[in-house]
């Protein structure tokens, strides 16, 4: 019985409990008051939203890609609700929606442990984070390239690009499939559609602040100058492993989060190698667009260079790619729906005191 594959309701309701479990954990530690404001960059994408929905971008200062923001603005436009608020569901309901797609293109046992083992995709989906709208759009992307639409995907790819840069790999992905396959009319109407979305999110920027690249100009500006910090910072990206090797070197951490961390990367370390099996060979020629988004993402999260974040963010960084990673791990995961339910219940109140506990590090 407990070895029996998870439904999708079954995932649903562990998705919820999960939620459940999250939120009363927060309320027993009193640590969600204020916490969804604080957490993250959740301050950063409420201040450009906040400037979206009245038009209104004099003195903002940008730092993220904007895809955020921007669904954030019109959710509130749309339904009156509060931006706070917005910001929670979006990213709530993107998780929801990540784990079903997950499920739907691997599996429900890899859904299942997508959804709960990684702490930092927890704290995003339940106090507010951009990645899991990114995600939903991406792997919605997937999801149709698989039935064989080229349009759709394209826009889902372009919109998950404003949300988190390095999901253009979805687009990278599906444009190559797209040629390999010699759909040479549909990779233009692709192409097309993409570029028009691209150039609707430049124009802002370009005319309020004379730089269309500004949102990319910041990842090499904005990290080191708002913490403070003084030192080797490194560059954006470099060769493989230099930034999480010497950032480990020179940014020493507490060892339970050193642990966590490397854990991680061997982790996806692990499931990269694994994806060279020879069972999975006929899987990555069937999807192409999926091999080639997870090849460029892996290589890139292990070229990031700037020191500081490179090991510590790596497993909030390694989040869109983790459905691959547990795919390709599948045949040594444990297949007991017990395992399941333990961690949808252990996995958020781990994750809730975690997040009461960066808060109370860096802003008490």
Known sequence: MWRREPTLRELLLLVILGGLSFGATLIALKGWQGLVLSFGDNGAYLQVATAIRHWDFHDLDIQHFMGYPYSIAALS??????????????AGVGSVVSTLLVARLFGTWVGAYFAFLNFAWLQISFLGGSEPLAVALGLGAFWSFRRGHTLLPALLGALATTVRPLMFF????????????????????ALALASAVGLLYLWPLAHYFGDALLTVHSYTTRDYGAANLTGPHGR??????????????????????????????????????????RELREYWRANLAEAVFCALYVVTI??????????????????????????ALLRWLPKDRRVIWCLSVVGPVLAACSAVGIRNLHFH
């Open 77 to 90: 436009l749309v339904s009156r609700l509060p931006l706070a608020f917005g910001l929670r569901l979006i």
């Open 170 to 189: 979805v687009l990278a992905g599906i444009g190559i499939a797209s040629l390999y396959h010699k759909r040479c009319a549909k990779f233009l109407g």
């Open 236 to 277: 954006l990206f470099g060769w493989p492993f230099h930034g999480i090797v010497v950032g480990t070197m020179l940014y020493p951490a507490p060892l339970t989060n050193m642990i966590l961390s490397f854990l991680w990367i061997a982790l996806v370390i692990a499931g990269a190698a694994a994806m060279f099996r």
């Open 302 to 327: 292990f070229c990031y260079d700037y020191l500081l974040w490179a090991r510590s963010n790596f497993i909030r960084f390694a989040i869109p790619v983790l459905p691959f990673v547990f795919f």
